[in-house]
């Protein structure tokens, strides 16, 4: 089986090579974005997410920091437009600082 994975959600899987063109056309996926298991793409989504939630954290050294944050990183809850990754990493690093949040 293979499967298939967006930036952050499961797209689809199948059972072979062959049922990769269907009715609707052919699917296109990058092969760092297919996994013979669905654990290994859970896996790799987890691993993926705790890069980026880093990468935001490390970006945050100060108050300065964490005051200038939001201005460039869309982190209220805004449904789509929501950077749910930046929010968690913004939460995290406020509580470091003393700072209490409702989530």
């Given at each position: ?57 490390d970006s945050i050294k ?42």
């Open positions: 089986m293979y499967v298939f994975s967006g930036v952050d959600r499961i797209i689809g899987a199948i059972e072979n090579e062959d049922e990769i063109e269907s009715e609707y056309g052919e699917f296109k996926a990058f092969e760092d974005m297919i996994f013979p298991t669905y654990e290994q793409l859970i896996s790799e989504i987890n691993k993926r997410h705790e890069e980026q939630v880093k990468e935001y954290y100060n108050l300065h920091d964490l005051m200038e944050f939001p201005l460039h990183n869309c982190i209220g809850c805004a449904e789509e437009y929501t950077n749910w990754v930046a929010r968690e990493a913004y939460i995290k690093r406020a509580k470091e600082f003393g700072l209490e949040y409702d989530e």
